[in-house]
């Protein structure tokens, strides 16, 4: 807290004030990254080994989406339609279980890979051979609060750092005028259960937290709007820091006052940043029909627009971005958990399916004709999967036992698939996984070993993986 | 007098059912597919279940139920908890450890308790209060009514005295219940009246309990060795670890029966245990310096760092003890002293030596803390209420910060912005971060910005000595000295009252900017207007010549006002009533300044429905004002032509809770502040709403679950407002020529023909097909211009109408909350 620069280096560092850019802390800070590689507000100097990937986007299915009705076909469960499960059966949350439920949904081959997906997801069978599935995650938490920490921080509980908390915290930002983690949001979507905790940077300095923007709002981040003209804005930062200069004199150079001031022009340029970023009149109409911008789906569209500006993150240097999805009221899907379809499946995962499949296939196709799909990884996941067996009479109950991801660009196999389930879904049985080990995975991709990312915390050294986590090898190039 | 007389069991009621009560089994560890019946009774919200893991909800396989006042037996399958442990636990209903009820009386009684396997019979229910009856029948067979009635008399008899004796088996007592219930007995102190007077005594201490307020805490019952959880996984229980203080220091475990908790506070608080008094001072200095003599107040030891200064630690530590644990006395010890009181100017020596300022050889330069600026700012505006205790209380509330309500996932925004922790875990060390949202709710936050105005406020209102140039400097002064606890110099004094004359100089001047922005704005629109007025008057000329001529294709509405002079509906009856200063001009109905029209109830059900307005707009920032609306007299039910509620420039089809309502997402209006426009809204009865602007549809047609029925003589039409009540942000800034109503869905072309029909009215697109190129060609240049002037008015943002030193003096204001000096202290 109380590190100092020299008293010489402060000096030389003396910004040019608000009439122009501090323009002499951004060269230093250029040159810095150069030299080795990050950003200068990175926790690495650089990173461990040579990263494919430099964002994220975490495409995050709360609810839990049934893995045997989109990624993970399984005849069996046509022949035991209606039948008792043959197995023994763990416990279920509603504990209301029915009889082995066939999908409603219609699995085919896509692409050259041949990897089948259901018709909940159409449009991702054209951009199949850009996926690497994993069909054998597991979770240890079968309830949404606890699965949604534990997907995001590897902790079941709040208070530890989320996954873009570490990213931005390891690797800096490279956009200095936008924040390292940001959250998407869109219409009337909330964060999922847990709250914003689930994107909290826990232990980790506070600036990494994730930032939630609002994709379809004029007031996109809290207070980006100016309440002021930009003249008055300059006027008074100019005053103020005539008197912040003696201040900082005062204090002998305190370094954190001197952040405190750069600060000030961090989030002065913002309030130009932030709105360029939202501004998507200048997309073409082709690039509308793409991503269905203009849906009739309200929720569709609303989606859409996440996905849209997910891309135009990535191109402004933007480490890690969180999509959230939108609820349609089906099931027992609510607002923090859309996909939660304990009841009327097949329509409420229709409608979600819906909703992000093809913003979501534009997002690859956009990314890979742009030549950023190469760098940018996508993960895809729920907190856990859905039963084979119905809840009730025409729902699933969550399965933690098993259940279907996948990952996409950012040097990541495309056409593969990691398995498996046993037959009928509800257990992984081979190559069995965990969140550690996907989000050791997204690490190492990005060019950090996970079990040297760590910070000290509460007299031990925490990481995103605990002590657990192995990089999937098999699904990457 | 007497509520029951009760078989052999557990009751909590025997004196009151005022008192409190819990019972518990042990835990049972249960096997596969077992069951729990329990034989329950009681009332008020009393209740019974089985706890698994401690969990003090209910929930689908949690289940909690209710006593009632008759004698039940409960069930519950176990079988989905096997392989853990389960204790019951029946209640009274303000004593439940989470689902309390505060209901003061209630009460339970139980009788029996049964864990058995699944596959067994139910335990069968019969009237046990019988048996005495039929045990006597047996040895004295009754041959007659007589007799069955002796009978009976000699078994109540003898019941009763077995009652008195304490010898009456759970038969008996049920009978004498069952006897009491029906009347048999006598129960009432009227007709008793020796026990009388002693149930008076009873009942008047019974009144006198108090019922007690209850809080949530532990309550000590019968202590239990807990597992380790390896590394923190209840799925991974290791050892049971026995109940002691920390093992390093002595491991034998607490002899007590108990939890352990009482013996652990002794043990923390004992004179010769030095580590909790140390961790305290430690924290109370760090509070006081900006770090600890330990700067990892929660760890110490191997987990933290080492203290800079232990010997001073341990004397603090001490001297804590003999002042009998006083914190004033702690912190006026400490403040007191020369080290707390140097400044906080670092000399060459010590930024070269001692860089993190260990040796305390100036004082460290510490920001406030989130609930400190929060604080800070009430103060200086005046809006600070002191209270002691109280609920909690919102962010923009103005008491202290630290009544601030605190939910763990929705923290205040503006606490949060500055560093509130998480409070999912002990942080005795607040980071101190740098994140753009603090600077961005300096700058741009609603309520920075009224606490910024309070303070002008309240600085122009003290009393000054003498003129003006002396009172600003007073006035600075003030606010120097509340803002940073210091005077400003005369330097600091003279720049903050230039940056006030610099800021009313570029205030005047972006007036003056504006003035002439607008004037250049006002002068391209008459010039279009010079061109257009011709054409628009010949055109209307023509059309009032000759008459309705369309009319074959125009639609019959069921009403229609043309507010020619009247409010009257010319097609219906539902003539309307001005109110709230609507005005007739020219043909038109003007409402502006709350003014609106409601008419008399329709006489015609209207469910699938058209509304239609021509209407011209006082400007077009205006937002969510009504043109034509169709409500319940209530204005609680509605559908209506709204313009800018949810988008601004935006035509909606508003509708209560807008359960109809989507945005059209049509263009911008952009004209209907200089000419009417004609806009309709269609309501299908498939639920299709489509907007019609000018004739053509207006953005695009949606879906909703309407259409909605308003019933003959149970709704009403209004002008001008979004629905009833008139209040708020629902009144219309403008005039309406005519407006009308269909009971059916228009077509397209209906919906064109009618917007060309009026007599008042010519659209835009008529009078451009009649202009020339060249006049074509001019009004397109003089938009081209006007779209550019208009672009720079937005870059200037919003400009005051008037310059006040309210206004003036809260720039300062809002500038002295950016200073840096305002959240650090040196």
Redesign the interface.
């Known amino acids: 807290?109380?590190?100092?620069y020299?008293?010489r280096a402060m000096l030389q560092r003396t910004s040019a004030g608000f009439g122009a850019v501090a323009l002499s802390g951004l060269l230093h800070e250029a040159a810095m990254a150069e030299r080795v590689g990050l950003p200068a507000d990175a926790a690495l100097k650089k990173t461990h080994h040579e990263p494919k990937a430099k964002h994220v986007i975490f495409c995050f299915m709360s609810g839990g989406v049934s893995h045997v009705d989109s990624y993970d076909p399984k005849p069996i469960l046509k022949r035991f339609h209606g039948k008792p499960m043959p197995v023994k059966l763990e416990?279920t949350?509603?504990?209301?279980n029915g009889n082995v439920m066939a999908s409603p949904f219609e699995f085919e081959k896509a692409g050259d890979s041949g990897i089948e997906i259901s018709s909940m997801f159409p449009e991702m069978r054209k951009v199949v051979d850009e996926l690497a599935v994993v069909r054998s995650m597991t979770t240890?938490v079968n309830e949404h609060a606890q699965g949604n920490f534990f997907m995001h921080s590897g902790f079941p509980?709040?208070?530890f750092p989320s996954a873009g908390a570490w990213c931005a915290y390891g690797l800096g930002r490279e956009n200095r005028n936008l924040?390292g983690y940001v959250v998407l949001q869109s219409g009337h979507a909330v964060p999922p259960h847990?709250?914003?905790?689930l994107f909290?940077n826990?232990y980790l300095?506070?600036?990494h937290q994730g930032?939630i923007l609002q994709a379809d709002q004029p007031e996109a981040?809290?207070?980006?709007?100016?309440?002021?003209?930009?003249?008055?804005?300059r006027?008074?930062?100019t005053?103020?820091e005539?008197?912040?200069r003696e201040?900082?004199a005062?204090?002998?150079g305190?370094a954190?006052?001197e952040?405190?001031?750069?600060?000030?022009e961090?989030?002065?340029r913002?309030?130009a940043s932030v709105p360029e970023l939202c501004d998507i009149s200048g997309e073409t109409e082709a690039t509308h029909q793409k991503y269905g911008l203009d849906s009739?789906d309200?929720e569709k569209a609303a989606y859409a627009r996440q996905c849209l500006l997910a891309r135009r993150l990535v191109e402004r240097g933007v480490r890690f971005i969180e999509l959230s999805c939108l609820t349609k009221g089906i099931g027992a899907g609510g607002a923090a958990n859309p996909w939660d379809q304990h009841g009327d499946l097949e329509r409420g995962h229709g409608a979600m399916g819906f909703q992000v499949d093809q913003p979501i296939a534009a997002l690859i196709a956009d990314l890979r004709e742009r030549g950023l799909l190469d760098e940018t990884l996508i993960v895809w996941t729920g907190e856990f999967g859905r039963t084979p067996f119905s809840q009730g009479s025409n729902g699933r109950d969550h399965n933690p036992f098993g259940f279907s991801v996948w990952l996409a660009g950012g040097g990541v196999k495309g056409g593969t698939v990691y398995w498996s389930t046993d037959e009928f879904g509800y257990h992984a049985i081979e190559n069995k996984c965990g969140v550690y080990d996907l989000w050791a995975t997204v690490l190492h991709q990005l060019g950090i070993d996970h079990e040297r990312l760590t910070y000290r915390y509460?007299?031990?050294d925490f990481r995103l993986t605990d002590?657990h986590g192995e990089v999937l090898k098999p699904i990457l190039a | 007098m007497l509520t029951g007389i009760y078989p052999a069991g557990v009751y909590s009621h025997v004196l009151s059912t005022k008192h409190g009560a819990r019972l518990t089994s042990r835990d049972i560890s249960l096997g596969e597919d077992l069951e729990l019946w329990v034989r329950v009774i009681g009332d008020g919200g009393a209740t019974v279940r089985y706890v698994v893991q401690d969990y003090p909800r209910n929930g689908?396989?949690y289940p909690v139920a209710d006593l009632s006042g008759d004698w039940k037996w409960q069930r519950y399958d176990l079988a989905?908890w096997s392989g853990d442990d389960v204790h019951i636990e029946l209640t009274t209903a303000a004593d439940a450890p989470l689902l309390v009820k505060n209901q003061p009386r209630s009460w339970f009684g139980l009788r029996e308790a049964i864990v058995r396997r699944k596959d067994q019979p139910a335990p069968v229910e019969f009237s046990e209060y019988l048996a005495p009856l039929f045990d006597a029948a047996t040895k004295r067979q009754p041959k007659s009514v007589a007799e069955l009635a002796a009978l009976y008399g000699d078994v109540i008899q003898a019941a009763i005295a077995a009652w008195q004796d304490d010898s009456a088996s759970d038969e008996q007592a049920l009978l004498l219940d069952a006897c009491l219930r029906q009347g048999l007995l006598p129960n009432q102190t009227t007709t008793l009246p020796t026990a009388a007077p002693l149930v008076g005594e009873y009942r008047q201490l019974e009144e006198a309990i108090p019922v007690p307020t209850r809080v949530p805490g532990l309550d000590e019952s019968v202590g239990r060795n807990q597992p380790l959880f390896e590394?923190g996984n209840h799925?991974h229980p290791g050892d049971p670890v026995p109940r002691r203080f920390l093992e390093v220091i002595d491991s034998a475990p607490y002899a007590t029966e108990q939890s352990g908790r009482l013996e652990l506070a002794d043990d923390l608080l004992r004179p010769d245990n030095p580590l909790t008094r140390r961790v305290l001072v430690n924290r109370v200095w760090h509070h006081l310096f900006?770090?600890g003599i330990v700067s990892t107040p929660?760890?110490f030891g191997?987990?933290?760092d080492v203290p800079s200064h232990p010997e001073l630690l341990d004397w603090l530590a001490l001297r804590f003890e003999a002042d009998g644990w006083s914190l004033r006395k702690l912190i006026r010890l400490i403040v007191t002293s020369g080290t707390w009181q140097r400044s906080?100017?670092?000399s060459e020596q010590s930024?070269e030596l001692d860089?993190?300022?260990r040796l305390l050889s100036h004082a460290?330069?510490r920001?406030l803390e989130a609930e400190a600026i929060r604080d800070v700012m009430l103060t200086v505006s005046g809006r600070l209420e002191h209270q002691t205790g109280g609920t909690p209380v919102d962010g923009n509330a103005p008491q202290r910060s630290v009544y601030v309500r605190v939910r763990?996932?929705?923290l205040d925004?503006f606490l949060r912005a500055f560093?509130f922790p998480?409070p999912?875990?002990t942080v005795g060390r607040r980071?101190?971060?740098?994140?753009?949202?603090?600077?961005?709710?300096m700058?741009?936050?609603?309520q920075v910005?009224g606490y910024a105005t309070a303070w002008a406020q309240r600085v122009l209102q003290l009393p000054v000595d003498g003129e003006a140039g002396a009172a600003q400097r007073q006035r600075i002064q003030d606010v120097f000295l509340s803002a940073f606890g210091r005077e400003a110099s005369d330097g600091?004094v003279e720049?903050s009252l230039q940056?006030v004359a610099?800021?009313r100089a570029?205030i005047e001047e972006?007036q003056r900017d504006v003035a002439v922005l607008e004037r250049s704005v006002a002068a391209c629109r008459e010039q279009i207007e010079a061109l257009k007025s011709p054409v628009r008057k010949r055109l209307l000329d023509a059309l009032k010549k000759d008459g309705d001529k369309a009319v074959g294709f125009v639609p019959e509405p069921i009403g229609r006002w043309e507010f020619a002079g009247n409010a009257e509906d010319v097609a219906g009856g539902a003539h309307g009533e001005l109110r709230g200063g609507a005005k007739l001009v020219d043909g038109a109905l003007v409402v502006s300044g709350g003014g609106h029209v409601v008419t008399k109830p329709i006489t015609k059900t209207v469910r699938e429905k058209t509304l239609e307005a021509w209407v011209q707009l006082d400007n077009l920032d205006q937002r969510a004002g009504g043109v034509i609306t169709i409500q319940t007299p209530d204005g609680v039910f509605f559908d209506s032509i709204v313009f800018a509620e949810r988008d601004p420039r935006q035509w909606l089809a508003g509708s209560n809770n807008f359960a109809r309502t989507?945005p059209f997402n049509g263009p911008r209006e952009e004209e209907a502040a200089g000419q009417p426009v004609h806009v309709a809204i269609v309501y299908q009865a498939d639920g299709m709403v489509i907007g019609y602007r000018n004739g053509k549809p207006y953005g695009?047609p949606?879906k909703s679950n309407g259409p909605y029925e308003f019933k003959a003589g149970q709704a009403v039409v209004s002008f001008g407002v979004r629905h009833l009540p008139a209040v708020g942000n629902r009144l219309l800034s403008g005039k309406i020529m005519r407006a009308q109503l269909y009971d059916r869905a228009l077509s397209a072309e209906e919906v064109a023909a009618s917007s060309g029909a009026s007599s008042d009215f010519v659209p835009d697109s008529r009078v451009m097909a009649e202009l020339t190129a060249d006049e074509l060609e001019t009004i397109a240049r003089l938009n081209l211009d006007i779209g550019a002037v208009e672009a720079e008015l937005k870059?200037?943002?919003?400009?005051p109408d008037e310059i006040n030193d309210v206004a003036l003096w809260s720039?300062l204001a809002?500038?002295?909350f950016?200073?840096?000096?305002f959240?650090?202290v040196?």
Do not use: C
């Open positions: 807290m109380f590190d100092r020299s008293r416990r949350q509603f504990n209301n240890p509980t709040m208070g924040p847990g709250g914003v905790s909290s826990g300095p506070a600036q930032s981040i809290r207070n980006i709007r100016p309440l002021d003209p930009q003249r008055a804005q006027e008074r930062l005053f103020a005539s008197f912040d201040f900082l005062e204090a002998s305190d954190q006052i952040a405190a001031i750069l600060n000030y961090t989030a002065f913002m309030q009739d309200a509460s007299g031990r002590v | 689908t396989v989905y590394r799925k900006g770090q929660d760890n191997r987990l933290g906080s100017r670092a930024q860089p993190e300022n460290n330069v920001r763990r996932n929705s925004p560093d998480e999912s875990a980071d101190v971060t740098n994140v753009p949202a603090q600077s961005l709710t700058l741009n936050d609603e910005s600091e720049r940056y610099a800021t570029r972006q989507q695009k949606y870059h200037l943002g919003s400009v720039e809002r500038a002295i950016t200073f840096k000096e959240i650090y040196r």
